[in-house]
């Protein structure tokens, strides 16, 4: 009885000890080490209003400013075809999802979308379009309001792997947002996955997806495992052949953090 009391409270001992040296192992600065580096100063920008798109933070790269679609290409690399008009691109349909020129791989990605009005078809059938990280990883755009689907398949699901949080849906006609922090996959040289993709989604603010890790790329009916990719690949936005319109994309590459695993 002695014994083993010892036992527990040499045990609660070591695990006292150990328990703040966790915590010291990790960062490598001594607390309030003014030699740590500062981070680097950003202009944050401005929120969108309803009516007027804000603007980007200072270190981010504009994919979309309601201008032209000169940073987006279709897949054979011909210029976009999608409308552009009054601040926004409109999805034309049939002519293919449109690709960034640029790849990205982790980043912060703010798009705003607007689902058709009046709102036409039911289900998936209604305001369906996509933003696909890396051209691979689909976070669904779908009008979702008052339009039931499956719940892998609404607004703001990782298509076909996890239903948003909450459906936080604006009436169709109305500027919606996502904020968007991904972090992609990561292969050995012979191709093994070494971490998984993961997904942070503020939906119009509200979270919507809480740092998911991605089973594989995203299909309608399957869940295809990981295949080997570069860490960088173009962005992409569905053509599902409904006119959704977007405004104000923009992104923000990702550096490994500090802390970060
Ligand atoms: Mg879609």
């Known amino acids: 009885m002695r014994k083993s009391l010892l ?11 150990a328990l703040p040296s ?23 920008g401005t929120a969108s209003t309803p009516d007027v798109p804000g603007r980007a933070p200072s270190d981010a790269v504009i994919l979309f400013d309601g201008k032209d679609l000169s940073k987006w290409a279709h897949k054979d690399g011909s210029a976009a075809k999608w409308k552009v008009a009054n601040g926004y691109a409109e999805v034309v349909a049939k002519t293919g999802y449109i690709y960034s020129r640029q790849a990205f791989g982790d980043c912060q990605l703010h ?12 289900d998936q059938e209604r305001g369906n379009s996509g933003v ?8 669904q755009v779908l009008d ?8 892998d398949g609404q607004a703001a699901a990782v298509y076909g792997q996890y239903p948003p949080l909450v459906n936080a ?5 109305k500027w919606q947002s996502y904020d968007i922090v991904f972090h992609g996959p990561r292969f050995d040289a ?14 119009n603010g509200v979270l919507a997806q809480d740092n998911v890790m991605l089973t594989g790329p995203t299909e ?6 990981y295949k080997p990719t570069p860490e960088k690949l173009p962005l992409a936005l569905q053509d599902h052949g409904d006119p959704v319109r977007y405004r104000n994309i923009w992104i923000r590459e990702l550096k490994s953090a500090e802390g970060e695993k």
């Open 7 to 17: 036992a527990v409270v040499t045990g609660l001992a070591i695990c006292a000890l």
């Open 22 to 44: 966790l915590g010291q192992e990790q960062i490598k600065w001594k607390i309030h080490d003014r030699n740590r580096p500062l981070p680097p100063v950003v202009d944050p």
């Open 111 to 122: 798009v705003e979308f607007a689902e058709p009005l009046p709102p036409k078809g039911t």
């Open 132 to 139: 696909f990280l890396m051209g691979l990883y689909e976070i």
């Open 144 to 151: 979702s309001f008052e339009n039931k689907t499956y719940a």
């Open 169 to 173: 849906s604006r009436p169709p006609g």
């Open 190 to 203: 012979s191709g093994k996955l070494l971490r998984p993709a993961r997904v942070t989604v503020f939906h």
């Open 220 to 225: 309608h009916g399957e869940r295809p495992p």
